[in-house]
């Protein structure tokens, strides 16, 4: 086995794709083991022939449609009306329309493209530093895999058999949690540099503003409420999710044409295609893992070196943190979650609670070099260079990495939610 895991490691950091990888990895250790690779099909098939897989596609589709649509310009647009005049107001605007446009798409990289496209400029024309408005945006649109939807959390509920419409519940008030400590360092930050706000919004400007934008703003709450109050479930919420995002874009704000529809649901297939490859060969090679018992021996040798459930979860978030430097959350929390998870409750930790932590843990990754995935869309929207800005990404970084300390030790900001679903 040691030979299977060697050979995974080193075609991922040589770049091999991760799907490739756990399959070139899967092929060496059923014919090591003597294992017919017949069972090696019906594991890839059996990956992903899951109903809980089902929410993926649509939910990346829907994603697509809201940036097509026009969706995401009109939540800007209301939310700069109402707080854009503030100091360091279109960096605070950009925090917060993360945070809406979030908990529609479940995805940090197109949160980044689609809020970015529009702010990073904006903050530019204000005279805000290149790197400084690139970190912002990156670091606020970490909370696309947190605010539930999150494409990582139905990962992680697959994986780990957990319920992906109360792991959706956990994750919302920890994704506010976050949002608001970076407001404040954001707010601090700017008022240090002195980055004003625009004019202030006039009340006819922001009636206009709020009656243009109101069924972009209703869409996250038929989305979620219709999860959280039972009307349906977290699989038929993404349909809806579809659905609301084709009639709003096409029939009312009049944006998306048949040719930007081909292209949505193309870049769907193409995303979803290359999630469910990564989720097939990751289940084959889950399987090897575990009839080798390697979950348990991680287990034991946790339980060794850690003594509790805090020393645990302290070395999980290093782990996790390392992790996330180097290898994107989709493959991280496919490989990690069925190793991670089953120690995580023999030390007593929630499951939901602990798939929270992973998340939040993976969503840090995507802002933290070399693989840092919103850093790279950034600094593609703003012609900025990475290593400018890593100085303005420190205190980011650390109100972060915080947050994420409190979110892991103090469990009933995941689990009251939930706590509440019956």
């Known amino acids: 086995m040691i030979v299977v895991v060697l050979i995974l490691i080193v075609t991922m950091f040589l770049g091999v794709p991760i799907a490739f990888s756990l399959a070139g990895a ?56 109402y707080t854009g005049h503030r100091t360091g107001g279109v960096a605070m605007v950009t925090i917060i329309s993360c945070m809406i446009f979030a908990a529609v798409s479940g995805s940090s990289s197109a949160t980044t493209a689609a809020i970015g496209s529009i702010l990073i400029p904006a903050m530019l024309e204000r005279k805000y530093d290149r790197a400084f408005a690139g970190s912002v945006t990156a670091v606020s649109a970490e909370l696309g895999m947190i605010i539930p939807p999150s494409i990582s959390m139905i990962i992680y509920g697959v994986i780990t058999e957990t319920s992906i419409a109360k792991l959706f519940m956990a994750g919302f008030l920890p994704g506010i949690f976050i949002g608001i400590t970076l407001i404040i360092v954001s707010y601090v930050l700017c008022r240090k540099k002195g980055y004003s706000g625009s004019e202030k919004a006039s009340k006819e400007e922001k009636h206009n503003a709020l009656k243009d934008s109101w069924l972009a703003l209703l869409m996250p709450v038929v989305v979620l409420g219709g999860i959280y109050t039972g009307i349906f479930t977290a699989t038929e919420s993404s349909v809806v999710a579809v659905v609301y995002a084709i009639i709003v874009g096409t029939f009312v704000y009049k944006e998306i044409s048949w040719e930007k529809f081909k292209k949505s649901a193309i870049d769907t297939l193409t995303t979803s295609g290359m999630i469910m490859m990564v989720i097939a060969c990751a289940t084959a090679f889950s399987f090897l893992l575990t009839r080798e018992q390697i979950p348990q021996n991680v287990a034991i040798a946790f339980s060794t070196i850690a003594p509790n459930s805090a020393v645990f979860l302290i070395l999980t978030i290093l782990l996790l943190t390392l992790t996330g430097m180097f290898f994107d959350s989709t493959s991280a929390v496919t490989v990690l979650a069925g190793i991670l998870t089953p120690v995580a409750i023999a030390f007593g930790i929630n499951p939901i609670h602990f798939g929270v932590i992973m998340i939040v843990n993976m969503a840090i990754g995507c802002v933290t070099p070399p693989v840092g995935v919103n850093l790279f869309v950034a600094c593609k929207l703003g012609d900025i260079q990475m290593e400018k800005m890593f100085k303005e990404l420190i205190p980011f970084w650390i109100v972060i990495l915080l947050d994420l300390i409190v979110i892991a030790f103090v469990p009933q900001l995941s689990l009251f939610l939930p706590s509440l679903m019956h």
């Not at 589709?61 to 026009?70: K, V």
Request: aromatic content about 10%; hydrophobic content about 50%.
């Open 26 to 81: 899967s092929i060496v250790g059923f014919l090591i083991s003597g294992t017919s690779l017949m069972v090696l099909g019906q594991q890839l098939t059996m990956g992903i022939a899951k109903y809980s897989l089902l929410p993926l596609p649509f939910f990346i589709f829907s994603g697509y449609l809201m940036g097509q649509g026009g969706i995401s310009r009109r939540l800007i647009k209301v939310v700069q009306a």
